[in-house]
């Protein structure tokens, strides 16, 4: 086979040739496929690569600016960044910047690369009030709309609109108006799971979606939501927690067409958690034999849910609602915090609320849970 040099190169020696040149090109072109970038759980899509300069991550300006709800305007060598509360203006190739008429140094200095300006990613997002956080080649930044994007009525607000799933469709509406569209009703939607300033993603009969805001378009987008009705929301961890069927053991006989269980019905439920790109799939937990597993609730490092008590029927085990529990949303052992029996709960910053059987309401702090029996 002829080189560019017009020699023959041996069809053995080719692939070490190659594996050379993954080795000589620079870092930041052999990662920059590698690096994804979700805002608030929702992919942000480039058509030019991030890529790392001395452990710096850089990213488009204007993607990463108006993902994060801030204006962009550049001229000459001058980049000029406008959120709400805060103006920042960046020159290419200087070390240093003005937030709001400071002065502040930049680890890297932002450049021009494919007609595109990149700037340092955790510097704008940190600017920009965002939380960052990096795992696995993967960046999740979080906007401060994130902390109450998702109330337990599946209702988010984004950029003066506000979007709800509801009767299998998602409905947007603008804010502070009662008239709501249909934004989408194909294919049928089984949940709304997070939105941001670009788009959306939600659950259908067809699996993940993710919908377009700039041309409305719709694309697959490849999440493992076994059923999101059983699901936590997305977290601000990156991940969202699922409850799934981990073993069933149950045998049948069939007698004159009729065909029923025989012997003790071993079933076994659990919560699992995923990223949200179907990665870093993980057992959080295996709850004992014929428990349920109801509403799993996320925060601030613990999964909450509601035991499902079993009782024996003659055609297997029907359950009803039991305590509240927790355990580590990262696996471990298991905590029982409320009586045998409660009605409705919920977590928030102050802890766990919960109704008894005799109508009280019940607050129970988080300091109080330290000292509860772990199973």
Not at 199 to 206: A, E, I, Q, V
Not at 315 to 325: I, K, N
Request: with cysteine.
């Amino acid at each position: 086979m002829l080189n560019g040099f017009g020699l023959i190169m041996n069809k053995k020696i080719l692939p070490v040739v190659l594996l050379l040149l993954c080795w000589l090109l620079p870092a930041e072109m052999a990662q920059a496929k590698e690096i994804r970038i979700f805002v608030d759980n929702v992919p942000a899509f480039s058509e030019v690569s991030p890529y790392y300069n001395q452990d710096t991550l850089l990213v488009p300006a204007r993607l990463i600016s108006e993902e994060l709800g801030a204006s962009v305007d550049w001229g000459g060598s001058q980049v000029h960044i406008t959120g709400q509360d805060v103006d920042i203006v960046l020159s290419l190739g200087q070390n240093q910047a003005i937030v709001n008429g400071e002065a502040q140094t930049l680890a890297v200095a932002p450049q021009m690369k494919q007609g595109t300006v990149f700037v340092p990613l955790r510097f704008i997002a940190e600017a920009l009030s965002a939380d960052v956080l990096y795992r696995d080649g993967k960046i999740f930044l979080y906007t401060p709309l994130y902390d109450d994007s998702r109330a337990v009525s599946g209702i988010f607000e984004r950029g003066n609109k506000i979007y709800k799933f509801q009767e299998n469709k998602i409905y947007c509406a603008d804010e502070g108006s009662d008239d709501a569209e249909v934004l989408i009703a194909k294919p049928t939607v089984f949940g709304l799971a997070a939105v941001s300033r670009s788009g959306l993603l939600f659950s259908s009969n067809d699996g993940g979606k993710y919908y377009s805001f700039k041309d409305g378009s719709i694309v697959d987008y490849n999440i493992g939501w076994n059923d999101l009705y059983f699901s936590t929301p997305f977290t601000n961890i990156g991940k969202f927690f699922y409850v799934e069927l981990a073993q069933s053991l149950e045998s049948f006989s069939t007698k004159n067409g009729v065909t029923v269980p025989i012997g003790e019905k071993e079933s076994y439920w659990g919560i699992f958690s995923s990223d949200i790109d179907d990665t870093n799939l993980k057992t959080v937990f295996i709850e004992e034999k014929n428990y349920g597993i109801a509403r799993p609730t996320y925060f601030d490092g613990w999964i909450y849910y509601q035991r499902r008590v079993p009782v024996a029927q003659e055609w297997g085990y029907d359950t009803y609602s039991g305590p509240v529990c927790r355990v580590p949303a990262e696996g471990g052992q298991w905590q029982e915090l409320t009586p045998e029996r409660v009605g409705g709960w919920f977590v928030d910053a102050d802890g766990l609320h919960y109704r008894t059987q005799n109508d009280e309401v019940v607050l129970l702090p988080f300091a109080n849970m330290q000292d509860i029996n772990i199973n």
